[in-house]
């Protein structure tokens, strides 16, 4: 087999948390071609599923490739990469694009299964089932989930929440949130993660991370608060605009079972969000999708890394941490995995650190 020292090309470390990945990434074409076949995977197996997480994984690695693939052999020295998909390397080295790619996206179960997932609560599961009874439309979901009322009340938002937002538009729905947080209660800091905060041009939904700085149980039992006087405002539809509400405390309600569980302990809310149109070009309100977020402060750095993403970044930071450093790293803290003691990163910074990371800016972690 060749290596990619005999190319004389660098070493591609197989982990995300290693590798630079810019947007768009020097073999840019390529992904772009790849990317409905990875797609196709998630809505067949489901995003958590080895066939989907295999194939993300490869793309990914092409992603943080830093030089332009020119060969088949160049292919197969990235790791990751198998045989199948050295032989589509191949063919769009040859031909400029990939035939089975072109193929998937004119399956009609793949378009079908594309549009009934964008619906919030209809995941690929649901969605091919759904197909496989006939389900082709949005007007069909609608007819054949008459018992699920959350998603009829969501689905009046739906047009809305298709559109891609722009920067600007993420700002300034921060700046409207901003505004509530203040009067609930003053001196938190907000901060935008998500594809917005790796540089993306537009972003599906707006993720907003708020935290007190310096102080610590301050923001226990805020978001409540905060999502009440949203919706008492109008800006968030009391009709089925809190898609979910979670206070962490909520659940494990003593310190000891808060410690030991493995998930994530942040408060959060899902929420459907009016944007209103003054002081923009817009002659009507739009909804758009925002994920608030609150964090204790001595744990703002994991909660920071783990909403900045991508996904495969964070499933790679995941693997590095539980295998070279022991640690068990999620976005409410990281963890200690012998004495199952949280350990304090109060910045991302603090967490690159105590993973022994070199450090990697968020619009580089585009894996
Ligand atoms: P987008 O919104 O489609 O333009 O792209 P992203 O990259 O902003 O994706 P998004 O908003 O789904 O997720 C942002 C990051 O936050 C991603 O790395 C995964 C993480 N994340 C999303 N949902 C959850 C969650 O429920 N819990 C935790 N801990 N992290 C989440
Ligand atoms: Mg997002």
Redesign the pocket.
Known sequence: QPDSAALALPDVHELACFRTSPRPCPNQQLVDQLKPLREWRFLQHGTGEPEAISYATAVSVIIGTPFVITSADQARALPKIGPKLVVKIQEYIDKGFIQESRDVEQLERFKVLRLLTTVHGVGHALANKLYDDGTRTLDDLQAMLKDRHDILRYMRFHADLQE??SRTEVESVRDFVRLQVDKVLPGAHLEL????R?G?A??????ILITFPHQDGLERGFLRRLVDRLVKKGLVPRDGGVLSLTEAGSSRTTWANRRASLG?T?D?ALVVFRHPANGTTRTRDVWRRV?L?VAAWPHWGPAVL??????Q??RDLRRHAGKLCRLHV???GIRDKETNEHVEAKTERDCFRLLKLEWIPPHLRNA
């Open positions: 891609p937002v993660c998500g594809g917005y790796r993306k537009t972003s599906g939904d707006i993720d994530d942040l959060k994920d977020v783990g909403w900045t993403g991508s996904t970044f964070e999620h976005s409410g």
